[in-house]
């Protein structure tokens, strides 16, 4: 199945500190796109995989759970400890919730974390009725393009595979009781003006990790897809400034090399 024109995975080989990425549900990496090439451009190693299920149409999407998605990240994370000696983690939505399970199960492999708007909670009252409707209703309406920004849309699907919703629901319910595991310095940045993912997601975030080095910023110009938002340049900058702080190598050398995609297929190859 082809990937949607802008949803393909993005890497770049640069120096010895690495950067993953992880995009939201039912999104693609079109959404952290111009973040992964900020950071590229300043000489970090990126990696910015395309989630199984995600990035061609719905319908492959409704055959794949939250098993498939952090097996992806999970695997790019090794990669990148591979190639690099420090590595950072990022994640946007569900992407953030990708990248807290991550700094949960592999400790001090990450070096710190930056969340944008992380998702802890499959909220209202359809989450309730999600194990049964699933088998009655196939979709619901999309998620995403909640955007402030005029003329700005992000590359993803205009439908939710429910049974996909579901598993999401038990995975953020996983990754809520793992949270306490998380030591890593952390940067949390959200937008009170969010449609998607409410604000008591983040607060129920910093109030439940255990890490001690912790910057929460709002976001107030931006709604659920930040990165894309009118506060896309302070989240670039501040996650740039976070690294530099955690890793001294950053910023003494010039980036090297192409920046570059890769094509891949909706298994993120």
Not at 60 to 75: H, I, K, N, P, S
Not at 247 to 255: C, E, H, L, Q, Y
Request: with cysteine; net charge negative; charged share 20%.
């Amino acid at each position: 199945m082809p990937v949607l024109p802008g949803a393909e995975p993005f890497r770049h080989e640069g120096g010895e500190v690495g950067v993953l990425l992880c995009h939201g549900f039912t999104g693609s990496p079109q959404s952290l796109r111009p973040w992964a090439e900020y950071l590229a451009e300043r000489g970090l190693t990126v990696a910015l995989p395309l989630l199984p299920g995600h990035g061609t149409r719905w319908e492959d999407m409704q055959l794949t759970g939250w098993q498939d998605w952090y097996a992806e990240v999970d695997r790019e994370l090794r990669a990148l400890r591979e190639r690099c000696a420090q590595v950072f983690v990022f994640g946007l939505s569900m992407g953030a919730a990708l990248t807290l399970r991550l700094a949960a199960k592999h400790g001090d492999e990450v070096s710190g974390i930056v969340v944008v708007n992380p998702a802890n909670k499959v909220h209202g009252a359809a989450a309730h009725a999600l194990p049964v409707l699933r088998h009655l209703v196939r979709t619901v309406s999309g998620i995403t393009s909640d955007i402030a920004k005029e003329g700005v849309a992000e590359v993803g699907y205009d439908r939710v595979p429910l049974h996909a919703a579901h598993s999401m629901r038990n995975f953020y319910r996983m990754v809520d009781g793992e949270l306490p595991q998380v030591t890593q310095p952390m940067l949390l940045l959200h937008s009170p003006q969010d449609h998607v993912v409410p604000p008591v997601d983040s607060a129920r975030i910093l109030s439940r990790v255990s890490s001690t080095d912790v910057t929460e910023i709002l976001l107030e110009q931006s709604y659920h897809v930040a990165t894309l938002d009118h506060d896309a340049d302070r989240i670039f900058e501040e996650s740039y400034a976070f690294i530099a702080r955690l890793a001294p190598s950053v910023g003494k050398r010039a980036g090297t090399g192409q920046v570059g995609q890769q094509e891949g297929t909706a298994t993120g190859g």
